[in-house]
């Protein structure tokens, strides 16, 4: 993997940064630890360098990233609508960071588009469709956090990597690639890691702090879904799961309770794609979607459900009931049943 970047776009990213010092940092609805962990990263490299920052949510993040260095300064529009409103006007640089298309900030979108300000994004999406000053595009990375490394190093703000920063990354690639189950099939990935580990970043500590934190009700939320709402599909190679607002209910659903749930089937030897069905009471339902080798998710995620994301993994919505969403899943499935066989 080359992670070299156009001369052009580096001059860029350093002159817009050198020229504001009001930045605010955005990610995507739901944010993950790619998300949170690219996001105070640079807050923290920034404000190293003299800027006032902000990371700029639409809605709140699971607990078990708040151990974060940097996570004070975050504000989501459904806690802190006047502060961001506030801050949007007076912030003179947006940075976009793991969304490869403004809408994933959901209600953030249309402020950010009437403020107008000059912008940057830093993604590891394909397609990318956000019309910034400056944007680094590279669907090859495992991550942001990665990317976001060799961004920093190629504009000379190494020195900026402090074990704030480095835990920051590490959490991200860590989370993206699945504890290196995928998305990282290459060398550079373990350059960036060791060099992380060797800032001081503990990376028992990390692994603990994210993935030793279910509630009781939650390992039970888990056993439940996959025991009672998991269909297999085996003439399709393929599964779906959901998750109902009585299971929500039932197991005192908190924000992140489901991670990693959509994974999990992925461990049957015979299947290559399953989907997550999450009900919500206001708003669409969200799918998630998960494959193994040649079978474009991305692709399905798309042409089905409004959405993207990767190769192997990339999410949507459906406008309209669960058991809709899963009829057209089906619907889908019978579409792409020749690649499926495969
Ligand atoms: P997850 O299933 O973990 O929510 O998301 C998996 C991948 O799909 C992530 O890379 C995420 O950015 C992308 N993704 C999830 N939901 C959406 C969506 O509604 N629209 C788009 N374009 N991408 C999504
Ligand atoms: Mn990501």
Known sequence: ???????????????????NTTVAITTHYNSDGDAIGSSTALAEVLRQMGKTVKILLPNDYPQFFKWM???DDILTLDRHPKP?????????LLICLDINDLSRTEDLQPLFEQAGKKSIVVDHHINLQINADAAVSFPEASSTCELLYHVLVACGYEKYINKHVAESLYTGIMTDTGRLDYSSNYSEVYNVMG????????KMFIHDKINNVYSYDRFRLQSKIMKDNFVYLPEYHAGYMMITNQDKKDFHFQLGDSEGFVNMPLCMKDLK???????YEKGPVKVSLRSKGKFPASSFATEFFNGGGHFNAAGGKHFGTLTEAIEVFKNGLEKYKDKLEK
Do not use: P, S, W
């Open 273 to 279: 794609f399953v989907a997550l069905f999450t009900e």
């Open 69 to 71: 260095h940097g996570v």
């Open 84 to 92: 961001i409103r506030k801050y949007i006007n007076e912030m003179d």
């Open 195 to 202: 060099k992380l580990v060797g800032m001081g970043v503990n």
């Open 1 to 19: 993997m080359n992670f070299t970047f156009e001369k052009q776009t580096i001059e860029c990213i350093k002159k817009l940064v050198a020229e």
